[in-house]
């Protein structure tokens, strides 16, 4: 098949590959390494990603389009439902899947939830043993994850290895991936690393750092949004980003006393957001209240979550 866009490159391979797992295992910290670059936000909490992100990665002639996913994990509201949707949906239509999996301990309810819903999928299956540098027992924890994949007829290739370190490893992974692409024109522009708006971009890495810093249930509670992005002539970025809490009651603890904490989350990302956008950036945060947005469809919707 050849492209019909004269921009891009004729007589290649590309497709779409699903990573899947329960939460915190590593598929974000997985994308990020694939891509070089940070396409997703990670963080040490579960259920860190909301929404299914597409990471690009070109060469010449193939295109892999990684569809990064939220944890599979039982739902306790509709924002839960949203994000166990997403994996659902991400899995419908894609030539390839990646099963991300902690080697640091034994397969739990949750994997096995992940190892149902793909164990009959015919697509090309990669299991990535995830946290090895970490792992005592690598070796046998594989070998529990792999038998969850008992009766599984399509191709599985088995990878341990540690998504943090951008290694060989991980570059051989990509690489198989690769080869099993099937021919189709790319489906992105090159230089393209991810479908998502720049907005929405920056609003993860916000929630990200808001994730980190905040405590108990409110990093579950926070949702964030880019309201107003503009640029100086002299290339300062200036964003403008909202931090959207439940309850009136939590307003007070994202500000923090004297308004610490809230200058330390917008410190930490604006930081962030220098460094991967390579420009002086202001940063403008403001906490506002859209009481219950978890279980409110219109909002959820509002939020991008939809
Ligand atoms: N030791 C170690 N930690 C890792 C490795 N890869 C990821 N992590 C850490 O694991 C935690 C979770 O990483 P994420 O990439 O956010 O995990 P995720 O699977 O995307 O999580 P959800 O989006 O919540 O489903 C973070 O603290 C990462 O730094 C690894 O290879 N070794
Ligand atoms: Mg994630």
């Known amino acids: 098949m050849t492209s019909m866009n004269p921009d891009l490159p004729s007589d290649t391979r ?20 694939f891509l070089n670059t940070k396409v ?3 963080s040490h909490r579960p259920q860190t990603t909301r929404r299914g992100v597409r990471g690009i990665f070109s060469d010449d002639k193939h295109q892999v389009v990684f569809v990064d996913t939220p944890g599979v994990h039982k739902p306790k509201d509709a924002l839960g439902k949203y994000m166990n949707n997403e994996v659902s949906t991400a899995l419908s239509d894609i ?11 034994p397969p739990t309810d949750e994997d096995r939830l992940v190892a149902r819903q793909i ?8 299991l990535v043993g995830n946290k090895q540098d970490a792992a005592k027992y690598p070796e046998e924890a594989i070998g529990l994850y792999e038998a969850l994949l008992e009766g599984r007829e399509a191709d599985t290739t088995v990878t341990s290895l540690s998504a943090q370190k951008n290694d060989a490893k991980l570059t051989a992974l990509r690489q198989q991936i690769v080869d099993i692409l099937p021919e189709n024109p790319f489906f992105f522009p090159l230089g393209s690393a991810s479908d998502q708006s720049r907005e929405h971009w920056a609003a993860e890495i916000v929630r990200e750092q808001a994730m980190m810093k905040l405590r108990d249930e409110l990093p579950y509670a926070v949702a964030t949004r880019v309201t107003r992005w503009t640029e100086r002539d002299d290339g300062l970025q200036r ?7 439940e309850k009136v009651a939590h307003k007070g603890m994202v500000i923090g006393s ?3 904490q809230l200058r330390e989350i917008g410190t930490a990302a604006r930081k962030q957001l220098e460094t991967l956008l390579n420009a002086k950036v202001f940063l403008g945060l403001e906490v506002v209240v859209i009481p ?14 939809e």
């Open 14 to 33: 590309a497709g779409f590959v699903a990573i899947v797992g329960k939460p915190n295992v590593g598929k974000s910290t997985l994308l990020n390494a």
């Open 40 to 42: 997703a936000p990670t």
């Open 95 to 105: 030539d390839a899947m990646i099963w991300v999996v902690d080697l640091r301990h």
């Open 119 to 126: 164990r009959d999928l015919p697509k090309p299956l990669f």
């Open 239 to 245: 964003i403008e980003a909202e931090i959207v809490v």
């Open 258 to 260: 004297g308004g610490k």
């Open 292 to 305: 219950g947005w978890r279980e409110d469809p219109e909002a959820l919707r509002e939020l991008g979550y």
